[in-house]
């Protein structure tokens, strides 16, 4: 069987690319590619649930975005609690993400069976209302879709009078907020006061000097100059955001698409498998939470020279071999219906778009799980590093 490894199998997507999204029409390489068949024994054991069908064939930046959504603990239990008491027909944007879920991780029959989030398409006009243009046969921004369903889920979940808490857990777990400091470094003045929530963190990539998550996580906490001047000395002033409450999943968004639409920056950034946040933080937080430590679990990769081309596709963290070590990763590869076991991938995903960090749970005695010194210095995608060709696990026939 000819080896892919997930580099090769990401640069097939440039071909598929339509006007509208993802062209199933035409036989395409992905189409072709000898994947990882995942069996119902391997389902069974790693709970990995079934792909989702390409309605229309332009609706991957919603299965992308679910199945990156599916495979965070803290997101699948707070949906669970959210849903109590609500009518098995319930219609909220809650319960119909839950159904889903709950669909892709039936009991399975056929390993190449696939669902179809019929319900959350049918309705995806309720999901962007707030956009008079939208087109609902167009491929959407994956970044954008997920703030939008936020909003949809809280807005349909808070209206319903069999709801428990005041918003939906789902949403809560990656909200934190910002603690700011606005100080002249002339006259020593410095005012603190609590600001804004905070749900997803864009990052700014377009600098030289950026070259991995961490290092645009730096940029982005770094002191920003005020256009407004010190009122004593006249001189400039400068703003600082420190995290004051630390959500149990980060979301990062890697700002790959310019605001005027004119295209996509394809630059190599490291992804970084674990993060510490802990130097971002005030000293507050950091007493308050036990843990400022998260693990890559999935990232939605998106192949294509702008938003309304290409087509998006999801990697899902595989907890097995060595934690410790970043370079020894595996991956599952969500590409709608399609799923594969990526083993050893290489470290180059020039396509990463949103990251989804699950905070690292303590242990019994309050401690941390440990994380290598050179996690920061060894990102899963080092570009000085030479990986080993990666490749797919030998197909094997439906049980």
């Known amino acids: 069987m000819e080896n892919w490894t997930l580099r090769t199998i990401l640069d097939q997507l440039a071909v598929t690319t339509a006007t509208n999204g993802y062209n199933r029409k035409s036989k395409t390489p992905f189409e072709t590619v000898q994947y990882a068949i995942i069996t119902a024994e391997l389902r069974r054991v790693d709970s990995i649930g079934y792909g989702l069908i390409n309605i229309d064939n332009n609706k991957c930046y919603i299965n992308a975005k679910l199945q990156a959504l599916f495979y965070l603990k ?74 939008n369903l936020n909003m949809a889920m809280q807005r349909t979940y808070t209206a319903k009078p069999t709801t428990l808490h005041v918003n939906p857990k789902a949403n809560g777990i990656y909200l934190g907020s910002f603690y700011t400091t606005i100080e002249c470094p002339q006259t020593q003045y410095e005012k603190t006061f609590n600001t804004h929530d905070f749900g997803i963190l864009s990052l700014n990539i377009n600098d030289e000097n950026i070259n991995s998550v961490h290092e645009a996580l730096d940029v982005y906490f770094e ?103 970043p370079t020894n990763k595996s991956f599952y590869l969500f590409n709608d219906k399609q799923l594969s076991l990526i083993k050893n991938t290489e470290r180059i995903v020039r396509d990463a778009y949103v990251l989804f960090y699950e905070r690292i749970e303590c242990t019994n005695d309050g401690q941390t799980q440990a994380i290598p010194s050179n996690v920061n210095q060894v990102p899963l995608n080092a570009p000085n590093a030479n990986p080993q060709p990666s490749t797919s696990t030998s197909a094997v026939a439906a049980a």
Do not use: W
């Open 74 to 147: 803290t997101f699948i239990n707070a949906i669970k609690a959210d849903v109590v008491n609500h009518v098995p027909e319930c219609d909220c944007f809650v319960c119909i993400v839950h159904r889903i879920y709950l669909a892709t991780r039936k009991a399975p029959q056929n390993v190449t069976k696939a669902c179809k989030p019929k319900q959350l398409v049918k309705r995806i006009k309720d999901i962007f209302y707030r956009q008079n243009n939208f087109d609902s046969n167009k491929q959407q921004d994956a970044h954008e879709f997920l703030i």
């Open 223 to 325: 002191p920003n100059k005020l256009e407004n001047t010190c009122t004593i000395c006249n001189r400039d002033k400068y703003k600082t955001d420190q995290i004051g409450t630390a959500p149990e999943v980060i979301v990062l968004h890697l700002k790959r698409f310019e605001v005027d639409g004119s295209g996509k920056m394809t630059k190599n950034i490291a992804i970084n498998d674990q993060l510490d946040l802990t130097k971002y933080a005030t000293p507050t937080c950091i007493d308050i939470f036990p843990s400022l430590r998260y693990r890559l679990i999935s990232m939605v990769c998106h192949k294509g020279n702008d938003l309304d081309h290409g087509h998006y596709v999801t990697l899902v963290s595989k907890n097995s071999g060595n934690d410790d070590d």
